[in-house]
């Protein structure tokens, strides 16, 4: 029996990796600013940098890549060094997560492209332990995947069933295709006549959606050519809209300009103001 979830760990990992690499090249993230604030809090410069790299179009294909090459492998081979780099990868992804959800909660974690925008949760930090977890177990199984494919067992069915029902049920990325394929609305329940979408005050608006629904406003386009830095000064929520500050100069003058973007589910609203150094003092005295 332990051999029997051995050589399940193995095509349950190369079916991740594969998937993930799959979603990584066809989906793509909406585009985002990083900011160097998360609700007023500053952002360390380190996590800055990795959540940049992260969010890379170029590094999110390269880390595909070696993502389905890792999973060829794993289906292709038994050696060993396959195993150990399968399972230093899982490893390191799983610290990635946390660091996310401790240190930049509004980032999502890019395991498996642009479904996984949403926020870094329990659920996710929990499914890459386990997913560690399974590549340790998986060091020892005599097989390759091609091999346990070729004479499947009805326990290795019954296992790879049960941990695949396991680790959808921890994965927020469901959902999100779901979405994206119409089939549920943006609350994550099927919207009808009888069902009102979730109050803007209370749903889920990640800032990668804020920064894309921003940079497709009018409000963009028209103080676009004013901002003098692409990073803002300050990102925060309240209630139905989350606010964007970012410095500028307006007739010789450092101003600021504040965006308003609406987190309304249907609502992409965008109110801009400008204000002067004065009058910025002035608000936080």
């Not at 985002?32 to 809090?41: A, K, L, Q, Y």
């Not at 589910?265 to 150094?277: C, F, P």
Request: aromatic letters at 4%; a neutral charge; hydrophobic letters at 50%.
């Amino acid at each position: 029996m332990v051999t029997v979830f051995q050589n399940t760990q193995v095509l349950l990992l190369a079916a991740v990796l594969l998937v993930a690499c799959l979603a990584k090249l066809t989906i793509r993230e909406e585009a985002s600013g990083e900011p160097d604030h998360v609700h007023g809090v500053p952002v360390p410069a380190g996590l800055a940098r990795l959540t940049t790299a992260r969010g890379g179009r170029r590094m999110t294909v390269g880390v595909g890549l070696g993502e389905g090459l890792l999973g060829l492998a794993l289906l292709l081979t038994s050696h060993l060094s396959v195993r150990l780099a399968t399972t230093v990868v899982f490893a390191a992804a799983t610290w990635v997560v946390g660091e996310l959800r401790v240190r930049r909660p509004d980032a999502g974690c890019g395991c498996f492209g642009g479904l996984s925008g949403k926020k870094v949760g329990r659920r996710s930090v929990l499914r890459a332990l386990l997913f560690t977890a399974a590549a340790v177990a998986s060091l020892g199984a005599p097989l390759a995947g091609v091999d346990v494919l070729l004479d499947v067992q009805a326990q290795v069915g019954l296992v790879l069933v049960v941990e695949l029902g396991l680790f959808a049920a921890l994965s927020p990325e469901l959902s999100a295709l779901l979405r994206r394929s119409g089939l549920l609305g943006g609350g994550g329940l099927p919207h009808g006549p009888g069902r009102p979408a979730t109050p803007c005050e209370r749903r889920r608006s990640p800032v990668e959606e804020t920064f894309a629904t921003l940079y497709d406003s009018p409000a963009w386009a028209e103080h676009e050519n004013l901002i003098a830095s692409a990073v803002p000064l300050d990102v925060w929520r309240e209630g139905c809209w989350r606010f964007v500050v970012f410095p500028a100069r307006l007739d010789e003058r450092d101003v600021e300009i504040v965006f308003a973007v609406s987190t309304a589910e249907r609502d992409r609203t965008v109110r801009s103001a400008v204000l002067t150094a004065e009058a910025a003092l002035s608000s936080t005295s």
